[in-house]
């Protein structure tokens, strides 16, 4: 159990769920790519943090202490990430942080710094199934939640979603880290499973000023299709150098190339047919609150993945904290994280009204289900959740929602591919 010093005075209880002046701070650690490869996306997801902060403020704290995120600039590098980390528990002592995104970052983080440290790290867009083996391999303390799906599901999703549309023959092309890799195993896995050809599974390094070599081992084979498996920046140069090769402009995307600034960079004209997946959403009372509130705070609300598991990790850990009784010890808030997400809890919502309707609820000692703008979480022993998969795709030149892969669908598919 980790102990920590929060200076200032004595907290103030909220009663009957109006909130009091407030004379202490509890400070919530994140470490997110705000520049790097995933500084475009990343920009985003902090948002959905910051607004679940004011949501929690606007509630009247927790445990009777204002709120504040601690935000870390990562770069999209593990090196960057660490020190970040290192940075918030042991100069700033914060319990939980709310991160990384890159699963290689969080990978890193999680094993050198909050697991060792009885942190809490609860990552909002990392998906890669590495993390699920840390936590059964018993290196995780309990202390690692996400509430991303794991690629493990993505695989399967993206696998069914470019057989059932009429791909027999894809080629993949891979980022170099834990994201990468583990999204390529388990697609190729799937594909073939399904009856599919993979005519080429090829890695590739990041901040490479070309590619060439790389794109050109990929179309052997005569591919129908590219599986593009990175973020924008390398992502962009590799759709590039694609194109320019002769390669065919019908592309399977992830989560990780969700975003309209890489179709603009690329050119909008180039994307023929897309196969886009990413975490979706369930649609809930939640859903509907987090993006009048985003679009109230922010002015726009764009077409990507994880604003929504931002704001929901970050709320899920604000939430542990009240029903724990405390904002230091963090052994009972990991504890707590699962009693306000449990099934057989009293339902809540997101925005700060339902959120303000929770604290009162949690001083009785409630136990809490907590439904989402993401949908409702439940996290299994390696802190790993089930979701759906949104279907994207690029028409008119902007990224659009098609569809839903839900997890019924999924887990079909993978009943199939294991007989």
Same mark, same amino acid.
């Given at each position: 159990?980790?102990?920590?010093?929060?200076?200032?005075?004595?907290?103030?209880?909220?009663?009957?769920?109006?909130?009091?002046?407030?004379?202490?701070?509890?400070?919530?650690?994140?470490?997110?790519?705000?520049?790097?490869?995933?500084?475009?996306?990343?920009?985003?997801?902090?948002?959905?943090?910051?607004?679940?902060?004011?949501?929690?403020?606007?509630?009247?704290?927790?445990?009777?202490?204002?709120?504040?995120?601690?935000?870390?600039?990562?770069?999209?590098?593990?090196?960057?990430?660490?020190?970040?980390?290192?940075?918030?528990?042991?100069?700033?002592?914060?319990?939980?942080?709310?991160?990384?995104?890159?699963?290689?970052?969080?990978?890193?983080?999680?094993?050198?710094?909050?697991?060792?440290?009885?942190?809490?790290?609860?990552?909002?867009?990392?998906?890669?199934?590495?993390?699920?083996?840390?936590?059964?391999?018993?290196?995780?303390?309990?202390?690692?939640?996400?509430?991303?799906?794991?690629?493990?599901?993505?695989?399967?999703?993206?696998?069914?979603?470019?057989?059932?549309?009429?791909?027999?023959?894809?080629?993949?092309?891979?980022? $170099?880290? /834990?994201? +990468?890799? &583990?999204?390529?195993?388990? @697609?190729?896995?799937?594909?073939? #499973?399904? %009856?599919? =050809?993979?005519?080429?599974?090829?890695?590739?390094?990041?901040?490479?000023?070309?590619?060439?070599?790389?794109? $050109?081992? /990929?179309? +052997?084979? &005569?591919?129908?299709?590219? @599986?593009?498996?990175?973020?924008? #920046?390398? %992502?962009? =140069?590799?759709?590039?150098?694609?194109?320019?090769?002769?390669?065919?402009?019908?592309?399977?995307?992830?989560?990780?190339?969700?975003?309209?600034?890489?179709?603009?960079?690329?050119?909008?004209?180039?994307?023929?047919?897309?196969?886009? =997946?990413?975490?979706?959403?369930?649609?809930?009372?939640?859903?509907?609150?987090?993006?009048?509130?985003?679009?109230?705070?922010?002015?726009?609300?764009?077409?990507?993945?994880?604003?929504?598991?931002?704001?929901?990790?970050?709320?899920?850990?604000?939430?542990?904290?009240?029903?724990?009784?405390?904002?230091?010890?963090?052994?009972?808030?990991?504890?707590?994280?699962?009693?306000?997400?449990?099934?057989?809890?009293?339902?809540?919502?997101?925005?700060?009204?339902?959120?303000?309707?929770?604290?009162?609820?949690?001083?009785?000692?409630?136990?809490?289900?907590?439904?989402?703008?993401?949908?409702?979480?439940?996290?299994?022993?390696?802190?790993?959740?089930?979701?759906?998969?949104?279907?994207?795709?690029?028409?008119?030149?902007?990224?659009?929602?098609?569809?839903?892969?839900?997890?019924?669908?999924?887990?079909?598919?993978?009943?199939?591919?294991?007989?």
């Amino acid at each position: 159990m980790r102990k920590f010093l929060i200076l200032g005075a004595a907290t103030i209880p909220l009663l009957f769920g109006t909130a009091l002046a407030q004379s202490c701070t509890v400070t919530i650690g994140s470490v997110m790519a705000l520049t790097g490869s995933l500084g475009v996306l990343g920009q985003q997801i902090a948002k959905g943090a910051q607004l679940a902060v004011a949501d929690l403020n606007a509630a009247g704290g927790v445990d009777g202490c204002t709120v504040k995120l601690a935000l870390s600039d990562d770069q999209t590098q593990a090196n960057v990430g660490v020190d970040a980390a290192k940075k918030l528990v042991d100069v700033q002592h914060v319990p939980a942080i709310v991160g990384a995104l890159s699963s290689g970052i969080t990978t890193a983080i999680l094993t050198s710094v909050t697991a060792p440290g009885h942190v809490i790290l609860i990552s909002p867009a990392s998906t890669s199934p590495t993390l699920t083996q840390l936590g059964k391999d018993g290196k995780t303390g309990g202390y690692f939640f996400r509430t991303a799906p794991s690629d493990a599901l993505q695989g399967v999703a993206m696998a069914d979603y470019a057989y059932t549309g009429g791909l027999r023959k894809v080629a993949v092309l891979y980022l $170099n880290n /834990a994201y +990468g890799q &583990g999204l390529s195993d388990q @697609f190729v896995k799937a594909f073939k #499973g399904l %009856g599919g =050809t993979v005519t080429q599974d090829v890695v590739y390094n990041p901040d490479q000023p070309s590619y060439r070599s790389e794109v $050109n081992k /990929a179309l +052997g084979g &005569g591919p129908q299709a590219l @599986f593009l498996i990175g973020y924008p #920046g390398d %992502g962009t =140069t590799i759709a590039r150098e694609w194109v320019a090769s002769g390669g065919p402009q019908t592309w399977l995307l992830p989560d990780g190339l969700e975003s309209q600034a890489f179709v603009n960079d690329v050119g909008p004209s180039y994307f023929k047919k897309v196969y886009g =997946t990413a975490p979706g959403t369930t649609d809930t009372p939640s859903l509907a609150t987090f993006k009048k509130e985003f679009q109230a705070k922010f002015g726009s609300l764009p077409t990507q993945a994880y604003m929504t598991n931002a704001y929901d990790a970050t709320v899920i850990v604000g939430l542990a904290m009240d029903y724990a009784k405390t904002t230091t010890d963090t052994a009972a808030i990991r504890d707590a994280m699962r009693k306000v997400t449990d099934p057989n809890g009293q339902k809540v919502y997101a925005g700060a009204n339902e959120l303000q309707a929770a604290a009162g609820l949690l001083k009785l000692g409630t136990t809490l289900q907590y439904i989402g703008a993401t949908g409702p979480l439940q996290f299994d022993a390696y802190g790993d959740v089930a979701g759906p998969y949104v279907k994207w795709t690029v028409t008119g030149g902007n990224v659009k929602e098609t569809g839903m892969i839900t997890v019924s669908e999924i887990e079909k598919v993978q009943a199939e591919l294991a007989k």
